[in-house]
T-cell receptor
Framework: KNQVEQSPQSLIILEGKNCTLQ??????????LRWYKQDTGRGPVSLTI?????NTKSNGRYTATLDADTKQSSLHITASQLSDSASYIC????????????FGTGTQLKVEL | EPEVTQTPSHQVTQMGQEVILRCVPI?????FYWYRQILGQKVEFLVS????????KSEIFDDQFSVERPDGSNFTLKIRSTKLEDSAMYFC????????????FGPGTRLTVT
């Protein structure tokens, strides 16, 4: 069964600090991996999309890494801001079917002063 | 910047009633999706739609659910006879293509079944 697991479940950091969120997946056949940010009560917003041939991709203060061999990904947030407080969700697409996305449970990040 | 819109933002209905959730995808997009998120749980895929047909559906998307693109702009999700367990946030999404194309999500409709 296709699964996406994330850790930690929740995280509290001080403003200005960095953090790294982890994702492990068992989706097959793998197409691409995405990181989404979801504010409470809102729809997910895409941060990065990576295919199996990409090891790292950045979007501003967000840098995602992908190891397709070990089926692991991470999202690194640099110099956190209060507005980074949200759920960060690892999402994987399989290479067959109708383009559906399989979502992880998310890491709830809270940035405090 | 173009965005996916959804109406209503919140719908309260009684068990057994029919509801229709509406979405306006981004105008030049060809692929449309519905997802749901039960409170405190992960987002789950319901259905994908392309060229006026369902291209894939999950086990959740049973005979009580249907989708339609009644005109050139709207994309709807109908639940024929709502159950308490249908209470969730329903997200519409659209994309210009498949593969690495980004799926853009709407703000969601919170459905509460009483």
């Amino acid at each position: 069964k296709n699964q996406v697991e994330q850790s930690p479940q929740s995280l509290i950091i001080l403003e200005g600090k960095n953090c790294t969120l982890q994702c492990n997946y068992t989706v097959s056949p793998f197409s691409n991996l995405r990181w989404y940010k979801q504010d409470t009560g809102r729809g997910p917003v895409s941060l990065t999309i990576m295919t199996f041939s990409e090891n790292t991709k950045s979007n501003g203060r967000y840098t995602a890494t992908l190891d397709a061999d070990t089926k692991q990904s991470s999202l690194h947030i640099t110099a956190s801001q209060l507005s980074d407080s949200a759920s960060y969700i690892c999402v994987v697409r399989v290479r067959i079917g109708g383009n559906k996305l399989t979502f992880g449970t998310g890491t709830q990040l809270k940035v405090e002063l | 910047e173009p965005e996916v819109t959804q109406t209503p933002s919140h719908q309260v209905t009684q068990m057994g009633q029919e509801v229709i959730l509406r979405c306006v995808p981004i105008s030049n997009h060809l692929y449309f999706y519905w997802y749901r998120q039960i409170l405190g749980q992960k987002v789950e895929f319901l259905v994908s739609f392309y060229n006026n047909e369902i291209s894939e559906k999950s086990e959740i998307f049973d005979d009580q659910f249907s989708v339609e693109r009644p005109d050139g702009s709207n994309f709807t999700l109908k639940i024929r006879s709502t159950k308490l367990e249908d209470s969730a946030m329903y997200f519409c999404a659209s994309s210009a293509g498949t593969g690495v194309y980004e799926q853009y999500f709407g703000p969601g409709t919170r459905l509460t079944v009483t």
